[in-house]
């Protein structure tokens, strides 16, 4: 048997406009296909059952808890203070509060008679800033206004190189003779003012807050509290003339 031997040749054809667009239109149209099919797959799954969204009442079972650690030095004023913050936490937030003897912590938890979520935290502010230093009847404004926040950091946040001596120092001009000085940043900025050893908290709204910050690190800085002050008072009227 004799193998027949072919040639193939490969030839190319010079395609023309009209051919391209059509090619291009036929692309097109299958792409639009699977675009109709896709949106029509969408529409079924559009049209699947929505389920309702789970009602309260189911939620209700579940408790929150928050827990508020106390330092050994605050537990007699937590003890001669428990009434005053019993009271407002549970006849007026509706929540549940206990000191934990063995873990050290102040517990407050959600119950049924609870009425909105947002107050166990109103409830954790309050006893956090207590334990922070302040009074009760400062800390209480955290449960009756909205925009009352606690601000805390160290010295040595603010100058890291303070030690010893200078650190004392530092203390005394942010307290003044006789605590002149805290007790006029206070009332210049309608704020309150805790010195816990090298902690300072701050209790106020946020803008009151920064103005008093800034002072307090100004003097913690080295600035006199003459110049302190005239700077407070001039930053605190153009704030209060905004309002």
């Known amino acids: 048997m004799s193998a ?3 040639d193939v040749t490969n030839e190319f054809v010079a395609v023309s406009k009209t051919a391209k667009r059509k090619r291009n239109q036929r692309t097109g149209d299958s792409v ?5 099919q896709i949106e029509d797959s969408a529409a079924d799954d559009n049209s699947r059952p929505a389920y309702p969204p789970v009602k309260r009442e189911k939620l209700d079972n579940k408790v929150e808890i928050r827990k508020v650690s106390v330092p050994a030095h605050r537990y007699s004023p937590l003890k001669e203070n428990w009434m ?3 009271s407002p936490i549970v006849e007026h937030l509706h929540l549940q509060i206990r000191f934990n003897l063995k873990n050290r912590q102040v517990e407050i938890r959600t119950c049924e008679a609870t009425e909105d979520i947002a107050n166990l935290q109103k409830a954790a502010d309050f006893v956090k800033a207590f334990i922070s230093g302040f009074e009760v009847e400062d800390a209480l404004a955290l449960i ?3 925009d009352l926040f606690v ?3 160290e010295i040595k946040d603010v100058k890291s190189s303070l030690k010893g001596d200078h650190l004392s120092r530092a203390i005394g001009r942010l307290a003044g003779k006789g605590g002149r000085t805290k007790f006029t940043i206070e009332n210049v900025t309608k704020t309150r003012i805790v010195l816990a050893d090298q902690k ?3 209790l106020g709204s946020y803008q009151n807050i920064q103005i008093a910050k800034r002072a307090v690190c100004n ?4 600035s006199p509290p003459s110049k302190v002050y005239g700077n407070l008072r001039a930053v605190a009227s153009r704030a209060f003339d905004r309002f």
């Open 219 to 222: 003097l913690i800085l080295g």
């Open 84 to 86: 005053k913050l019993f």
């Open 144 to 146: 009756r206004l909205d």
């Open 151 to 153: 601000d805390s950091f």
């Open 4 to 6: 027949a031997i072919v």
């Open 32 to 36: 639009s296909s699977q675009k109709m």
């Open 200 to 202: 300072i908290h701050i």
